[in-house]
């Protein structure tokens, strides 16, 4: 079946860095658009970040422009979150998610990881 | 940007009644909207896709409707499982973006 799981979460000081991973299994992984999406605690869901399924297209949100950046391998069925210069605001349960199919340009989530908490604080 | 605003926050029903949540986009979206239902410690589930079609798991109470800016999530007689939190999310350009969420609590 289709499994994401997350790895890298933890507790960094502000300003600091932090790299997030996402391994798929039981698909073919170099098929699909993954995304990076966050929770805060106690709050909505907020759209990171994707990537296309060969890594020709990738887009975040404002929030994160030019402080994170999204990267695979598809040999390794991974996906992954570079976090830079980070705040507190950024402090969330990250989820990776991939699209529901192999299309490529409709983004909605079929599927989603169980999450990694990220949490900034000095 | 594609700003989309769910309403209402929250919304308490009773169990067998109806629950219609909304959702709205700043700008038109087509048919290309998505609803996600989440319960507390689980990841967001795919509900609706393409504005109306039921992902696989989800009974016949589901049903979503829509298109352009306005859409609306409608469940027909709620059952003690369907209380959770409603997302909607727009797909129609890259720049994906989710609403803020309805809560749907029993009252």
């Known amino acids: 079946q289709v499994q994401l799981v997350e790895s890298g979460g933890g507790v960094v000081q502000p300003g600091t860095s932090l790299r997030l991973s996402c391994a798929g299994s039981?698909?073919?992984?170099?098929?699909?658009?993954v995304h990076w999406v966050r929770q805060a605690p106690g709050k909505g869901l907020e759209w990171v970040a994707l990537?296309?399924?060969?890594?020709?297209?990738?887009y975040y949100a404002d929030s994160v422009r030019g402080r994170f950046t999204i990267s695979r391998d598809n040999s390794k069925n991974t996906v992954y979150l570079q976090m830079n210069s980070l705040r507190a605001e950024d402090t969330a349960v990250y989820h990776c998610?991939?699209?529901?199919?192999?299309?490529?340009?409709?983004?909605?989530?079929?599927?989603w990881g169980q999450g990694t908490l990220v949490t900034v604080s000095s | 940007e594609t700003v989309m605003t769910q309403s209402p926050a929250t919304l308490s029903v009773s169990p067998g009644e109806r629950a219609t949540l909304s959702c709205r986009a700043s700008q038109s979206v087509s048919r290309n909207l998505a609803w996600y239902q989440q319960k507390p410690g689980q990841a967001p589930r795919l509900l609706i896709y393409g504005a109306s079609s039921r992902a696989t798991g989800f009974p016949a109470r589901f049903s979503g409707s829509g298109s352009g800016t306005e859409f609306t999530l409608t469940i027909s007689s709620l059952q003690s499982e369907d209380f959770a939190v409603y997302y909607c999310?727009?797909?129609?350009?890259?720049?994906?973006?989710f609403g803020q969420g309805t809560r749907l609590e029993i009252k």
């Open positions: 990537m296309s399924s060969d890594g020709s297209n990738k």
């Open positions: 999310q727009q797909y129609n350009n890259w720049l994906i973006s």
């Open positions: 998610a991939r699209d529901f199919d192999d299309s490529g340009y409709e983004n909605y989530l079929g599927y």
């Open positions: 039981g698909f073919t992984f170099s098929s699909y658009t």
